[in-house]
Every structure is written in structure tokens, then in C-alpha cells.
T-cell receptor
Framework: GESVGLHLPTLSVQEGDNSIINCAYSNSASDYFIWYKQESGKGPQFIIDIRSNMDKRQGQRVTVLLNKTVKHLSLQIAATQPGDSAVYFCAENNSGGSNYKLTFGKGTLLTVNP | KAGVTQTPRYLIKTRGQQVTLSCSPISGHRSVSWYQQTPGQGLQFLFEYFSETQRNKGNFPGRFSGRQFSNSRSEMNVSTLELGDSALYLC????????????FGPGTRLTVT
């Protein structure tokens, strides 16, 4: 799910299919991960989070999987709908201790075809 | 409940000028964070304020500053604007500090010419 410059990774799915968006994070000491959704013209919207002591967490139609061995995070969206079309960002907290400092990935553009 | 509001929504400035952006958090939220979003660098954390104190700061030059008022409203200031400061500046609020379930505003689109 990382990108360079202006080119976002893109994922195009059919309505009703499941979507999987991937993200590689950078810091093995990161203790908290979040997925955000950003629709055009809007600010990011919190979707789901997961702590580093977990490997899976489920929400409504979404599941986040964390693989600390390979520093990989994924977001699964079940029965994808046109309203799910957006840019999806993963973020990690990697400042250590009690501080709070999120590092965001570049994002993945999800397009849902009706 | 009203969401996070940011003013202005769009702004055009010239190199060397300074700019002040405003953010009103959700009522009851005491933590306000600021982010810069650009196509090249993505979303980058600027700073976080809680109870009028800066709690955390990202890796930005001293030209970027902020403050928070007693009513939790926050402003950020960028002095001596550079072309590279053109970006979407996002404000996010949360009830407490050190939480990741933040609520973002729509952003202020700053263009530096």
C-alpha cells in the first residue's frame, strides 16, 4: 500500500466482492495501527484500529490483520459497496513510550465498479 | 454534534507571506492535532495540542507553529511561506490526548504562488 510521488496504488473491484488493501509499515517498535478512509474533498475518517498485541480485529464489514513478523497490515472489506470508493490509509504509532506520533502510509485508491 | 470545522477552506498566498489557519474541534474535544497532506509526502503529523499545551511535534521547521485557546479552538501559523508549503492542512480533534480515534475536518487547501 505504499506509493511514490503522485502515483497511488489502486485497487479496482466489483460491487459485492471482497476487497483487501495492504500496507507495509516501517517500524517494528510500532505499537498501534489504524486504518483511515478519505473520500474526495473530505478529511480522513477513522475505520478501525489494532494494537500490536493482537493479530486480528473485526468491525462492521471490515477486518484488520496484523503480521508483525513481516511488518504487514491489511484491511479487508466484505461485500464492497460503491460508497467504499475512497483512498485508504494505514497509520502506525512509532514514537515509542507514552508519546503519540502517527506515521501514515501514502494510501491506496479503491474504486468499486457497480 | 457539529463536526470539526476549519477556516478558511481555500487560501492562496505568495512566497514569503505568512498564513494563519483556524480549527474548531468538536464540542467537548480537548485535543487538536494538525497534519499536512501533499501528493508527494502523504499525510504528515505537524503537532498536537491538549489543554492549550503542545504535547507532540512532528518533523517540521520552526516556520510552522500553532497554539490552542482555552475553548480548545486551535490555530496554526506558517511564516515565510515557500512553494513547497502548498498542501491540504488537516485538523483533527479527539476527546483526550494520545488517542487515535480522531475526527478530521475537511481541511484548508493552501496554495503558495
Amino acid at each position: 500500500g505504499e506509493s511514490v510521488g503522485l502515483h497511488l496504488p489502486t485497487l479496482s473491484v466489483q460491487e459485492g466482492d471482497n476487497s483487501i488493501i495492504n500496507c507495509a509499515y516501517s517500524n517494528s517498535a510500532s505499537d498501534y495501527f489504524i486504518w483511515y478512509k478519505q473520500e474526495s474533498g473530505k478529511g480522513p475518517q477513522f475505520i478501525i484500529d489494532i494494537r500490536s498485541n493482537m493479530d486480528k480485529r473485526q468491525g462492521q464489514r471490515v477486518t484488520v490483520l496484523l503480521n508483525k513478523t513481516v511488518k504487514h497490515l491489511s484491511l479487508q472489506i466484505a461485500a464492497t459497496q460503491p460508497g467504499d470508493s475512497a483512498v485508504y490509509f494505514c497509520a502506525e504509532n512509532n514514537s515509542g513510550g507514552s508519546n503519540y506520533k502517527l506515521t501514515f502510509g501514502k494510501g491506496t485508491l479503491l474504486t468499486v465498479n457497480p | 454534534k457539529a463536526g470539526v470545522t476549519q477556516t478558511p477552506r481555500y487560501l492562496i498566498k505568495t512566497r514569503g507571506q505568512q498564513v494563519t489557519l483556524s480549527c474548531s474541534p468538536i464540542s467537548g474535544h480537548r485535543s487538536v492535532s494538525w497534519y499536512q497532506q501533499t501528493p508527494g509526502q502523504g499525510l504528515q503529523f505537524l503537532f498536537e495540542y491538549f489543554s492549550e499545551t503542545q504535547r507532540n511535534k512532528g518533523n517540521f521547521p520552526g516556520r510552522f507553529s500553532g497554539r490552542q485557546f482555552s475553548n480548545s479552538r486551535s490555530e496554526m501559523n506558517v511564516s515565510t511561506l515557500e512553494l513547497g508549503d502548498s498542501a491540504l492542512y488537516l485538523c483533527a480533534s479527539s476527546f483526550v490526548t494520545h488517542t487515535y480515534e480522531q475526527y478530521f475536518g475537511p481541511g484548508t487547501r493552501l496554495t503558495v504562488t
